[in-house]
């Protein structure tokens, strides 16, 4: 089994900042791209950034310039650094990692337990 455990969630004023963990665990040969997605009450759960095991990321474009995607692959870890926070962004924040768990080339998608951030304007 495959468990992604986030960390680094709470509650900060606007223009302040954040820094989300999540730390992959388990039983798996490698892992390609792994991202961070948010979800506000009574909407959809939208891409917020994602890189790949080579370090090309994707940004939504409404964190362009704020937030910061990184991932330190002898950790099994992705971070998300997030500046000059907006209210916004108050959220659940999801990591996931797509993972190949017994090196055959075929990749699951595992998803955590989620994070709330909470921006007070």
């Known amino acids: 089994q495959v468990q992604l455990v986030e960390s680094g969630g709470g509650l900060v004023q606007a223009g302040g900042s954040l820094r989300l963990s999540c730390a992959a665990s388990?039983?798996?040969?490698?892992?390609?791209?792994m991202g961070w997605y948010r979800q506000a009450p009574g909407k959809q759960r939208d891409l917020v950034a994602a890189?790949?095991?080579?370090?090309?990321?994707n940004y939504a474009d409404s964190v362009k310039g704020r937030f910061t995607i990184s991932r330190d692959n002898a950790k099994n870890t992705v971070y998300l650094q997030m500046n000059s926070l907006k209210s916004e962004d108050t959220a659940v924040y999801y990591c996931?990692?797509?993972?190949?768990?017994?090196?055959?080339?075929?990749?699951?998608?595992?998803w955590g337990q989620g994070t709330q951030v909470t921006v007070s304007s």
């Open positions: 996931n990692a797509d993972v190949d768990r017994y090196g055959l080339g075929t990749f699951n998608r595992y």
């Open positions: 388990g039983s798996f040969r490698s892992m390609s791209t």
């Open positions: 890189i790949t095991s080579g370090g090309t990321t």
